[in-house]
T-cell receptor, first 114, second 109 residues
Framework: DADVTQTPRNRITKTGKRIMLECSQTKGHDRMYWYRQDPGLGLRLIYYSFDVKDINKGEISDGYSVSRQAQAKFSLSLESAIPNQTALYFC?????????????FGEGSRLTVL | GQNIDQPTEMTATEGAIVQINCTYQTSGFNGLFWYQQHAGEAPTFLSYNVLDGLEEKGRFSSFLSRSKGYSYLLLKELQMKDSASYLCAVMDSNYQLIWGAGTKLIIKP
C-alpha cells in the first residue's frame, strides 16, 4: 500500500459544486502539504500544515480550504469549483528539520471542472 | 521575485550522458532539491544539495554553486526508464520550496 494515499484519483464535476479531496499518510510525518500542478508551471503550494493545530496558506490559497483532522489526514476543499481549478492535485508529507524538503507525494488527484 | 529556471525539454540517446541545468534567484537559500516525475505519476525525491560541490548517487549526480545560483543534475548511462520530467526546487529563507516548471527528458534508442 502507498504511504500517502489520495482519494479520489479522478473526478469530473460542474462549476459551482463543492469538492473534497482527501489525503491520508502512514509515514508518521507531522508536515503535510497540498499542491496543484498545471502543464508548463511548477508545483504551486495551496496550503500546508506542520501539525494538527497548524494551518498555513500557501501561494494560491484563494478558492480553497483545508482541514487537518488528525496527524495522518489532511483534506482539501473547493467550496464552489470553477473551471480554472481544473488541475492535478498532489498531497505530500515531509519530516521536519533538515529533511523537510524531502517530500513524499501521493499519486495525485486529477480534477476536471466543467 | 523568486524564480527557478530550467530548460523545458531535452533529448538524449540511450547510454549517453545528459546534464540538466537549473538557475535560481530566491529570498535566501536552505538547500536545492531534484525530483523525478514520470508522466502521470507523483514526483519522487532524487537529491539534495546545501553545500557547494558534487553529490553522487549511482548514475545520478547533482552539483551546486551557491555563488552562481546554479545547479545541474547529471545522468549517466542513460536508460529508457530515465525518460521523465526532472524538477528543480529551492528552499528559501522561510523554508518554503520554490519549484521550477520541470525539464522533460526524452531518451531515444
Amino acid at each position: 500500500d502507498a504511504d500517502v494515499t489520495q482519494t479520489p484519483r479522478n473526478r469530473i464535476t460542474k462549476t459551482g459544486k463543492r469538492i473534497m479531496l482527501e489525503c491520508s499518510q502512514t509515514k508518521g510525518h507531522d508536515r503535510m502539504y497540498w499542491y496543484r500542478q498545471d502543464p508548463g508551471l511548477g508545483l504551486r503550494l495551496i496550503y500546508y500544515s506542520f501539525d494538527v493545530k497548524d494551518i498555513n496558506k500557501g501561494e494560491i490559497s484563494d478558492g480553497y480550504s483545508v482541514s487537518r483532522q488528525a496527524q495522518a489526514k489532511f483534506s482539501l476543499s473547493l467550496e464552489s469549483a470553477i473551471p480554472n481549478q481544473t488541475a492535478l492535485y498532489f498531497c505530500a508529507t515531509s519530516d521536519h528539520g533538515q529533511h523537510t524538503g524531502e517530500l513524499f507525494f501521493g499519486e495525485g488527484s486529477r480534477l476536471t471542472v466543467l | 521575485g523568486q524564480n527557478i529556471d530550467q530548460p523545458t525539454e531535452m533529448t538524449a540517446t540511450e547510454g549517453a550522458i545528459v546534464q540538466i541545468n537549473c538557475t535560481y534567484q530566491t529570498s535566501g537559500f536552505n538547500g536545492l532539491f531534484w525530483y523525478q516525475q514520470h508522466a502521470g505519476e507523483a514526483p519522487t525525491f532524487l537529491s539534495y544539495n546545501v553545500l557547494d560541490g558534487l553529490e553522487e548517487k549511482g548514475r545520478f549526480s547533482s552539483f551546486l554553486s551557491r555563488s552562481k545560483g546554479y545547479s545541474y543534475l547529471l545522468l549517466k548511462e542513460l536508460q529508457m526508464k530515465d525518460s521523465a520530467s526532472y524538477l528543480c526546487a529551492v528552499m528559501d529563507s522561510n523554508y518554503q520550496l520554490i519549484w521550477g516548471a520541470g525539464t522533460k527528458l526524452i531518451i531515444k534508442p
